[in-house]
């Protein structure tokens, strides 16, 4: 369902999305995409917390993800991207 861009999100029904939080994030395809879904489909959205998985531990995977996303484009041109790492409990904020 999220392959297809008219899918099952629509632009109503995120258009009040203020705040995502996304824990145990592991990068897989499916995840990809609704985090994109959420960032193309939500004006409204200040900021968007992406904490990782306790699994993830090739550092350039999760570099490679974390730059896929912040270059993705977002409905809102006030999103804030945030990723946490788990393992260190070290918050890193990135536009």
Not at 16 to 45: D, H, T, W, Y
Not at 50 to 58: A, F, K, L, N, W
Not at 63 to 88: G, I, N
Request: aromatic share 6%; proline share 4%.
């Amino acid at each position: 369902m999220l392959e297809n861009p008219s899918g099952w999100l629509s632009d109503h029904d995120l258009c009040r999305l203020e705040n995502v939080e996304i824990r145990s994030f592991k990068g897989s395809r499916q995840e990809m995409l609704f985090v994109k879904a959420i960032l193309s489909k939500s004006p409204a959205l200040v900021r968007l917390v992406i904490e990782d998985s306790d699994d993830i531990d090739d550092v350039a995977q999760a570099l490679k993800l974390s730059r896929e996303l912040l270059s993705f484009p977002r409905a809102s041109p006030k999103a804030q991207v945030v990723f946490v790492d788990s393992k260190y409990s070290n918050t890193t904020m990135l536009n």
